[in-house]
C-alpha cells in the first residue's frame, strides 16, 4: 500500500487532534474517506472535501459496526480503517470511581476491540486496521494506573490480532505514541494529570501514522517517533 491514491479509509475519531491530522494527510494521499466522530458539526467543520461522515459513540455496543457498514455501503470496499478514538482520565487506582472505569474501558478497549472485530470482517485483502494505543503500554506511569492499563490491553489487542489477520492477509499496526501534545489531558474525564515533560506535536505522528501505512509496518513503538 505504498499508493493510496483511489484507497478507502475510515478514519474513527477525526474529529480529534490526532484523528483530524490523519484524516486530512490520507486525503491529500488520494484516499477517500469515511470520517467518523461524535459530533456531526465538527465532523462537518473538518472541510474535509468529499468526505462520507458518520455520526457515532464508540460507548454504544453496536456503533463500531455501523460506521464499517455505512462506509462499505457507501463506498463499496474499504481498503483501511484508522482508530484515533480515546479518552483520558487521570488518578490513583485506589481512588478512581467506577464510572471512570466504565469510560476508559468502553472507549479505549472495548471500543476499539468492536471496530477491530468489525473492520476485520469488512477490509480488502491487502489493507490495514491501524490502532493508536500508547506509550503507556510499555511504560506505565504512577497516577495514570488505569488509564495505563486500558492501553495496554489495547496494545496487546492489536499485537496479537495481527497475528490471526496474516490468514486473511490485513496488516494490523500498533502504533504506540509517546506523550502528545493533543490537549486530551486538558480534556480528562476524571482526575488531574502528573507533570509531564512537553510532548511531541500531533502532526509529527500523524505523519508516523502515515508512512507506517504505507510503509508496510506492523507495530510502531514510541521509540520509533522524532520530535517536531
Same mark, same amino acid.
Given at each position: 500500500?505504498?499508493?493510496?491514491?483511489?484507497?478507502?479509509?475510515?478514519?474513527?475519531?477525526?474529529?480529534?487532534?490526532?484523528?483530524?491530522?490523519?484524516?486530512?494527510?490520507?486525503?491529500?494521499?488520494?484516499?477517500?474517506?469515511?470520517?467518523?466522530?461524535?459530533?456531526?458539526?465538527?465532523?462537518?467543520?473538518?472541510?474535509?472535501?468529499? $468526505?462520507?461522515?458518520? !455520526?457515532?459513540?464508540?460507548?454504544?455496543? &453496536? @456503533?463500531?459496526?455501523?460506521? #464499517?457498514? %455505512? *462506509? +462499505? /455501503?457507501?463506498?463499496?470496499?474499504?481498503?483501511?480503517?484508522?482508530?484515533?478514538?480515546?479518552?483520558?482520565?487521570?488518578?490513583?487506582?485506589?481512588?478512581?470511581?467506577?464510572?471512570?472505569?466504565?469510560?476508559?474501558?468502553?472507549?479505549?478497549?472495548?471500543?476499539?476491540?468492536?471496530?477491530?472485530?468489525?473492520?476485520?470482517?469488512?477490509?480488502?485483502?491487502?489493507?490495514?486496521?491501524?490502532?493508536?494505543?500508547?506509550?503507556?503500554?510499555?511504560?506505565?506511569? $504512577?497516577?495514570?494506573? !488505569?488509564?495505563?492499563?486500558?492501553?495496554? &490491553? @489495547?496494545?496487546?489487542?492489536? #499485537?496479537? %490480532? *495481527? +497475528? /490471526?489477520?496474516?490468514?486473511?492477509?490485513?496488516?494490523?499496526?500498533?502504533?504506540?505514541?509517546?506523550?502528545?501534545?493533543?490537549?486530551?489531558?486538558?480534556?480528562?474525564?476524571?482526575?488531574?494529570?502528573?507533570?509531564?515533560?512537553?510532548?511531541?506535536?500531533?502532526?509529527?505522528?500523524?505523519?508516523?501514522?502515515?508512512?507506517?501505512?504505507?510503509?508496510?509496518?506492523?507495530?510502531?513503538?514510541?521509540?520509533?517517533?522524532?520530535?517536531?
Amino acid at each position: 500500500m505504498t499508493d493510496l491514491s483511489g484507497t478507502v479509509f475510515v478514519v474513527v475519531g477525526a474529529t480529534g487532534a490526532l484523528g483530524s491530522r490523519i484524516a486530512t494527510l490520507l486525503a491529500d494521499a488520494g484516499a477517500t474517506l469515511t470520517i467518523s466522530g461524535r459530533s456531526a458539526d465538527k465532523l462537518d467543520a473538518l472541510g474535509i472535501d468529499g $468526505a462520507h461522515t458518520v !455520526t457515532a459513540d464508540l460507548r454504544e455496543p &453496536a @456503533a463500531a459496526a455501523q460506521v #464499517i457498514d %455505512a *462506509a +462499505k /455501503e457507501k463506498h463499496g470496499r474499504i481498503d483501511g480503517v484508522v482508530n484515533a478514538a480515546g479518552v483520558a482520565a487521570f488518578g490513583p487506582v485506589a481512588e478512581i470511581d467506577d464510572d471512570t472505569v466504565d469510560d476508559l474501558v468502553l472507549i479505549d478497549f472495548l471500543g476499539p476491540l468492536r471496530l477491530l472485530r468489525a473492520a476485520l470482517s469488512a477490509v480488502e485483502e491487502g489493507g490495514v486496521v491501524v490502532g493508536i494505543s500508547a506509550v503507556l503500554a510499555e511504560q506505565p506511569v $504512577a497516577g495514570m494506573a !488505569t488509564y495505563s492499563a486500558v492501553k495496554a &490491553a @489495547a496494545s496487546t489487542l492489536y #499485537i496479537a %490480532a *495481527a +497475528k /490471526e489477520a496474516r490468514r486473511s492477509k490485513i496488516r494490523v499496526v500498533d502504533v504506540r505514541p509517546p506523550h502528545t501534545e493533543t490537549g486530551l489531558v486538558d480534556r480528562a474525564i476524571a482526575g488531574d494529570p502528573p507533570k509531564m515533560p512537553e510532548g511531541i506535536s500531533p502532526d509529527a505522528v500523524a505523519k508516523r501514522v502515515l508512512s507506517a501505512i504505507t510503509g508496510g509496518e506492523r507495530e510502531v513503538p514510541s521509540s520509533e517517533f522524532d520530535a517536531e
